[in-house]
């Protein structure tokens, strides 16, 4: 019944964005962080997940960094789920103008969606932090179980953005612009909770507001629909 409602709002819809998070990712086996499952709840590294993806202790140690980086944030052979095939289909309908995504996954464009825009960067651009020569996520796995290098002797970084790093400001203000102009906004698999992302939903100004979320978040008082199941199916269900 609640996929049913969603297809009618997307129907009588002009200008969709879609805007997520771990959630949508779950469904092809790469967890999430905050749930009883999730990456934050990993107690084997001396030091909490939380402080391992900060940019100081990047920074401070990066062999540990990479270890824990490795083994928890790379997830090569992970697949698009039915969440990620029906945003793209969505897409070539006209009916979405844009994915707004925390995801560094890179599943949303794998499974065909063109205009994403990646709030928090993505696993598969990597650079040099002396020279900036750019490195594919191929590389990065071919340099794993070391601190991966440069040809120039420099430490690579991951274009992922870490706790007390800024977000693209470009990417920013083409997400907040989007979400201003949309006439519907659909959130799913994301606790709302890690800001200045969360925050964005704050610009939308449209007439639905769809929440599609396991748990709670702050802004269901605001929501016109709120949907608990998983993400996949309701996407599936939703989008002819």
């Given amino acids: 019944m609640m996929s049913q409602t969603l297809k009618e709002i997307i129907q009588n819809s002009r200008r969709i964005v ?18 009883d499952q999730g990456i934050y709840q990993e107690k084997k ?30 997830y090569p052979n992970a697949k698009p789920n039915p969440a990620h095939f029906a945003l793209a289909r969505l897409e070539q309908q006209g009916k979405l103008t844009a994915v707004i995504t925390q995801n560094i996954d890179g599943l949303h464009q794998a499974a065909g969606s063109r205009k994403v825009l990646e709030l928090h960067g993505s696993v598969l651009r ?11 996520l191929a590389d990065m796995m071919a340099r794993k179980g070391s601190v991966p ?20 400001q470009a990417v920013l203000e083409e997400a907040i612009w989007h979400i201003h ?39 269901d008082s605001d929501a016109d629909l709120i949907i608990r199941e998983p993400i996949g199916k309701v996407l599936a269900e939703a989008v002819d």
Wanted: charged residues 20%; hydrophobic residues 35%.
């Fill in 126 to 136: 990597n650079s040099c932090m002396n020279c900036g020569k750019a490195y594919s």
């Fill in 45 to 74: 590294y001396r030091f909490p997940p939380e402080t391992m993806l900060s940019h100081s202790f990047f920074l401070r140690y990066p062999q540990e960094f990479y270890d824990f980086y490795f083994d928890k944030m790379i």
């Fill in 181 to 219: 102009n949309a006439d519907c906004m659909i959130v799913g698999g994301t606790s709302l909770a890690v800001y200045p992302a969360a925050g964005l939903i704050r610009y939308f100004r449209g007439n639905k507001l769809i929440l599609i979320n396991k748990t709670a978040t702050s802004y």
């Fill in 149 to 168: 290098t440069c040809s120039c002797g420099g430490i690579i970084k991951p274009d992922v953005v870490l706790y007390e790093e800024g977000l693209d």
């Fill in 18 to 35: 879609f805007f997520g998070g771990a959630g949508v990712s779950t469904e092809s086996n790469i967890p999430d962080f905050r749930s």
